[in-house]
């Protein structure tokens, strides 16, 4: 199969959750207390939920994530799992140890160095997005940290145009490993970078990228060998 050629492009849009960040090394203590929290409140009873419905829901909006995971209960306690997440996330990144994916933090500088323009877009809650940016030391990095928290986008395509619409981008590589980030990129015009290197996705998750990476440092070789792009008229 021809591939395509990747362009050099002016900014790389980064998902945060499966892409920057190892999630479940703070997700996974959080959702348990989040679920202690709930029994407490006597807003749930019984056994916590399998966390593979929490890890199989990332990238999704969380309105979406409380269907998969509590879909027998009512909006009044899917609200309260909101504000517990968040709370329980923002403790949690000062108290566990959370991790970025291997040379993150190494690779967004060597592409910051080259002059490329960086952006985060995701769909969790504006806090706990930058506060991961923050905690790891890769906040600066970026031009804009852009969430569906934050500006209330029913999508990620929506929220991605947003971006390139206020920031003036006419090339971008959306990189992410979920459904959400191939359509966001694809919808908006832009070339696609799927990170196979998660699993949380299913099989099919990263059909239609432009191409994939099994670790977050592949993205300077892709860089570095793809074709200048054309100057503009």
């Not at 703070?26 to 929490?54: C, K, M, S, W």
Request: proline share 3%; net charge negative.
């Amino acid at each position: 199969m021809e591939t395509t050629r990747l362009t050099k492009p002016e900014a790389m849009i980064f998902d945060m959750d499966g892409t920057l960040f190892k999630t479940e090394t703070l997700l996974i203590p959080v959702y348990h207390r989040l679920f202690d929290q709930l029994r407490a409140e006597n807003l749930y009873e019984g056994e916590t939920p399998p966390e593979e419905r929490i890890l199989g829901g990332l990238g999704m909006l969380l309105d979406d994530i409380w269907k998969r995971v509590l879909p027998d209960h009512d909006e009044i306690v899917h609200r309260r799992a909101d504000e517990l997440l968040l709370e329980l996330e923002l403790i949690g990144l000062k108290e566990y140890v959370t991790e970025l994916y291997p040379q993150v933090a190494e690779t967004l500088k060597q592409l910051h160095q080259r002059g490329i323009r960086l952006f985060v877009a995701s769909n969790g809650l504006e806090h706990y997005v930058k506060e991961v940016a923050n905690a790891h030391g890769i906040f600066s990095l970026f031009e804009g940290i852009y969430s569906a928290g934050e500006h209330q986008t029913a999508t990620k395509v929506d929220l991605v145009r947003l971006l390139l619409d206020n920031h003036g981008v006419s090339s971008a590589w959306m990189i992410g490993d979920r459904s959400s980030d191939v359509e966001a990129g694809k919808e908006n015009g832009q070339t696609v970078i799927g990170c196979a290197y998660a699993g949380f996705g299913q099989g099919q998750e990263l059909n239609g990228a432009d191409r994939l990476i099994s670790s977050f440092s592949e993205l300077i070789a892709l860089y570095d060998q793809a074709e200048e792009a054309p100057e503009a008229k």
